[in-house]
């Protein structure tokens, strides 16, 4: 194992597990997801043309990330789960959304809640998505640490996809 393997493996092992299959981090993401709504719904607090600009352009995203999040989901198909653990038996998928980023489903969510906050006009759930985004990057390394002991060729494909958002992170 090259030292870039061994850093990517030990990335997520610091990273509690949160139950044998990873249900705290679900938990926990749903709590957020639930807050970034809330917050959403609270009322706007800009208008005139930055809000229309903000709607547009937050249109675009909430488009974007959920089309990445559904990609993710078909992509998976059977290996689909709620938890961060794969499932036994799974295979390494690299094609699809998966060729785009090693998250597709975080990522996407992640797209979608930055989208809602512009398209509400509300600091407080962009400020919500900034923290979802920082979840989803910690979960993934947790989910990483996994994939790497389930998969043989992991690493390799960390080394060539971006974790989270396309073409950026």
Request: proline share 6%.
């Given at each position: 194992m090259t030292s870039t393997e061994?850093?990517?493996?030990a990335g997520g092992r610091h990273l509690p597990a949160l139950g044998r299959r990873g249900g705290g981090w679900v938990v926990l993401q749903v709590?957020?997801?639930?807050?970034?709504?809330?917050t959403g719904l609270a009322g706007?607090?800009?208008?005139?043309p930055a809000r229309a600009v903000g709607a547009v352009a937050g249109l675009a995203l909430i488009a974007a990330g959920l089309g990445l999040l559904i990609a993710g989901i078909l992509g998976l198909r059977r290996q689909l789960t709620a938890y961060p653990r794969p499932v036994p038996g799974g295979r390494l998928i690299e094609d699809g959304a998966f060729?785009?980023?090693?998250?597709?489903?975080?990522?996407g969510g992640v797209l979608a809640s930055i989208?809602?906050?512009l398209a509400m006009a509300s600091p407080l759930t962009l400020a919500g998505a900034v923290v979802l985004g920082i979840f989803?990057?910690?979960k993934s390394r947790r989910e990483e640490a996994w994939l790497v002991d389930e998969f043989a060729g992991y690493a390799a494909y960390q080394r060539r996809t971006h974790r989270l958002i396309p073409w950026l992170y």
């Open positions: 061994r850093r990517s493996h709590v957020l997801l639930v807050v970034i709504a809330g706007p607090l800009w208008g005139g060729g785009l980023v090693r998250h597709p489903m975080y990522g989208g809602y906050g989803a990057d910690l």
